[in-house]
T-cell receptor
């Protein structure tokens, strides 16, 4: 099946810093989503981005499908941005399931 | 905005007991999923369901697991005889079509003692 790798596994930053999280995947995809898992365990949808670039406030994401990677940018980090960020992909094989990466744990220090 | 709901939010059960986790997907969605996340690990796919039948299941989804859409709104996951290793957060998700955004519910945290 499709492989998804995220880097870095852990990231600790001061409040106000910018960060870039990376997701590499091993094959072509129909769907790519970025999630933020909050301290209560809920998965919050950030972006649906199988290709191209999107922005939502301080967050933006870019997927280069031909090179099989996606980047999530967080600017001017706040403590509420802390948590685990997951990338998940649906491979282009007619299956609908999402395959998740192992996540990046982001800690923002005041 | 429509959302996926799940009940209960927490469930504690004894090993060997049956549990049913319930989900109400978004009303016009056609594809339904269950995923689970063991504490500290990544989210894993369990099963997908379309047109009243399972379309794909993972190796985790053995004979102890079953899914059902008993009416037009609910989607349930049953674990027949729970094991300690079934302790996890269980997420339900739905989407309108293949390749579309999957919307996740808030999860049910299952603890097996």
């Amino acid at each position: 099946g499709i492989q998804v790798e995220q880097s870095p596994p852990d990231l600790i930053l001061q409040e106000g810093a910018n960060s870039t999280l990376r997701c590499n995947f091993s094959d072509s995809v129909n769907n790519l989503q970025w999630f933020h898992q909050n301290p209560w365990g809920q998965l919050i949808n950030l972006f649906y981005i199988p290709s191209g670039t999107k922005q939502n406030g301080r967050l933006s994401a870019t997927t280069v499908a031909t090179e099989r990677y996606s980047l999530l940018y967080i600017s001017s980090s706040q403590t509420t941005d802390s948590g685990v960020y997951f990338c998940a992909v649906e491979g282009n094989f007619g299956n609908e399931k999402l395959t998740f990466g192992t996540g990046t744990r982001l800690t923002i220090i005041p | 905005e429509p959302e996926v709901t799940q009940t209960p939010s927490h469930q504690v059960t004894q090993m060997g007991q049956e549990v049913i986790l319930r989900c109400v997907p978004i009303s016009n969605h056609l594809y339904f999923y269950w995923y689970r996340q063991i504490l500290g690990q990544k989210v894993e796919f369990l099963v997908s369901f379309y047109n009243n039948e399972i379309s794909e299941k993972s190796e985790i989804f053995d004979d102890q697991f079953s899914v059902e859409r008993p009416d037009g709104s609910n989607f349930t996951l049953k674990i027949r005889s729970t094991k300690l290793e079934d302790s996890a957060m269980y997420f339900c998700a739905s989407n309108a079509d293949r390749g579309d955004t999957q919307y996740f519910g808030p999860g049910t945290r299952l603890t097996v003692l």
